[in-house]
């Protein structure tokens, strides 16, 4: 897979957000940056070289991604939902997104952002 896939992480666990950073890396993927909030993701967004997004649906405080997911699809970029379980109530507007259940497995981060590119 080319380098010049930067890839954002929003994700509020900082050893999940550590252990996707090292599965990107494995997969010769490029980090664009990483978030633990909507607002911190969307000034990565907004600072541009985000090819995709992997993103948490429930993020610390009661937040959810969907501000993030809006900005994405506004400017085009892939992204999949990683959830934790049943619990997450995916927006209806992004139920069509490709989704990454927890616990992540490098396969399955693989597997995620293969079908992302493909699909563009």
Do not use: C, H
Request: glycine share 8%; aromatic share 4%; hydrophobic share 50%.
């Amino acid at each position: 897979m080319p380098q010049s896939q930067k890839i954002l992480i929003v994700e509020d666990e900082p050893l999940i957000a550590m252990m996707l950073e090292d599965f990107l890396d494995a997969l010769d993927r490029g980090v664009a940056g990483t978030a633990d909030s909507v607002a911190t993701a969307l000034e990565v967004i907004e600072a541009g070289g985000v090819d995709a997004a992997i993103m948490d649906v429930n993020l610390r405080g009661g937040e959810t991604s969907w501000p993030i997911a809006d900005a994405l699809t506004a400017r085009g970029i892939p992204f999949v939902l990683a959830t934790g379980g049943a619990g997450d109530m995916i927006a209806e507007a992004y139920r069509n997104r490709p989704v990454l259940s927890k616990p992540f497995t490098m396969d399955s981060v693989e597997k995620a952002l293969d079908s992302l590119f493909a699909a563009s």
